[in-house]
Nanobody
């Protein structure tokens, strides 16, 4: 299971930090990341981080969002700065390891004045 938390309401230009941690099986080789789904749109990748340390970001968040994590705990965080109204979405945590593809329950981020 994945437990995600940290969403909320923030004004444009503000910051939020999302966190996610796995419970149960702990994987040594994996990719964890964040995806988001805005109303009426498809789910899209925000950022991922592999156990190797390599990261990947959507162009729309590069320079504003930073993904980090704790490999030993299968935990990942997303620091979101300079938030824009277009960042409003439900954010989902994801863990992929071998044949496992695990999703968290989603946390709502609303960027509005």
């Amino acid at each position: 299971q994945l437990q995600a938390y940290g969403g909320g309401l923030v004004q444009p230009g503000g910051s939020l930090r999302l966190s996610c941690a796995a419970s149960g099986n702990i994987f040594s080789i994996f990719v964890m990341g964040w995806y988001r789904q805005a109303p009426g749109k498809q789910r899209e990748l925000v950022a991922t981080k592999a156990n190797s340390g390599s990261t990947n970001y959507a162009d729309s968040v590069k320079g504003r969002f930073t993904i980090s994590g704790d490999n030993a705990k299968n935990a990942v965080s997303l620091q979101m700065n300079s938030l824009k109204p277009d960042d409003t979405a439900v954010y989902y945590c994801n863990l992929r390891a071998g044949s496992y593809d695990i999703w968290g329950q989603g946390t709502l981020v609303t960027v509005s004045s």
